[in-house]
C-alpha cells in the first residue's frame, strides 16, 4: 500500500479541520431547534411549489386556497418560507385556524422569507430542512415548480417507496402540469423496470382544493391519524 494514503490531504491544515468539526455543531442546532418546535406542531402537511409563481396567478391563488382549506380543517401547513407559492400556502394557513409554519433558509437568489408566519425556523442547510419537511407530515401537498419542488418530490417518493418514512397521501395538484411526468414514470421508468407498478399509486393527480382535502381526508378514513407502532418506529430513525 501506498502510505501516502494514511495521511491527510496536505492542504487541509489544522484550521480547516477544525472549523469542519465545528461545523457538526450547528448542524446539530439546526436538528434540535427544529424537533423542539415542530414535534407539537400535529397533524401537519408539507407543501412545496415555485418561489417563481406570485400573486396574481391562478396557481398562487389555488394555493392559498388550499391551504385555507386545510388550516380550517386543523392542519398545520408548512412550506419553505419563501416567495411565490410558499407564500401563498403561509398567506392561506396565516388566515385559517392552524398554524402557519416557515422552513426558511438563505439563498443568494429568490428566498426572501414571507410575512405570513406563525413560526419561522431559519436553517443554513437544505438536508436538515429537508427533514423537518419529511419528519412531522401527515401529508405532502406539491404544486407546480422547478427543480427544488422536483427535488422535494422525488425524496418523499423514495423515502415512501423504500419504506424509510411512513405511508401517507402524497397530493399533486395541476393535471396539466404534473400529467407528462405521471407519464413518464408509465412509460419509461415502469418499462424499464426501474418502478414497481404499485409505486404509480404513491401519489394521486387532483385540480380542485377540495379534492386536496378530501384525499387526505379519505385515506385516514377508517385509520385515524394516530400513527402506528411501526410508523412511530420509522418516526424515529428518519
Not at 26 to 49: C, H, K, N, T
Not at 103 to 122: G, T, W
Not at 153 to 181: D, H, N, Y
Amino acid at each position: 500500500m501506498n502510505d501516502q494514503k494514511r495521511f491527510a490531504h496536505p492542504l487541509i491544515d489544522d484550521a480547516t479541520l477544525t472549523r469542519e468539526s465545528w461545523k457538526v455543531f450547528q448542524i446539530m442546532a439546526e436538528f434540535v431547534e427544529g424537533f423542539e418546535r415542530l414535534s407539537g406542531i400535529r397533524p401537519s402537511v408539507s407543501m412545496f411549489g415555485s418561489a417563481r409563481i406570485g400573486p396574481g396567478t391562478p396557481y398562487y391563488q389555488l394555493g392559498e386556497d388550499i391551504a385555507l382549506r386545510l388550516s380550517n380543517a386543523g392542519f398545520a401547513v408548512v412550506s419553505g418560507g419563501g416567495p411565490g407559492l410558499m407564500e401563498a400556502f403561509n398567506k392561506g394557513a396565516f388566515g385559517g385556524q392552524a398554524p402557519s409554519v416557515g422552513l426558511n433558509i438563505s439563498l443568494p437568489h429568490e428566498q426572501v422569507s414571507n410575512r405570513y408566519q406563525d413560526i419561522s425556523l431559519y436553517f443554513r442547510h437544505f438536508f436538515s430542512r429537508k427533514v423537518m419537511f419529511v419528519k412531522y407530515a401527515s401529508a405532502y401537498v406539491v404544486l407546480p415548480g422547478g427543480f427544488g419542488t422536483l427535488d422535494e418530490l422525488a425524496e418523499i417518493l423514495t423515502l415512501t417507496q423504500t419504506g424509510k418514512s411512513k405511508m401517507i397521501p402524497i397530493v399533486l395538484v395541476g393535471t396539466r402540469f404534473w400529467q407528462g411526468l405521471a407519464d413518464w414514470f408509465r412509460e419509461v421508468l415502469l418499462e424499464a423496470g426501474t418502478i414497481s407498478p404499485e409505486d404509480l399509486d404513491l401519489f394521486r393527480l387532483v385540480d380542485e382544493p377540495h379534492e386536496v382535502v378530501d384525499a387526505i381526508f379519505k385515506y385516514y378514513e377508517g385509520r385515524g391519524m394516530t400513527p402506528s407502532a411501526d410508523n412511530e418506529e420509522k418516526h424515529l430513525e428518519l
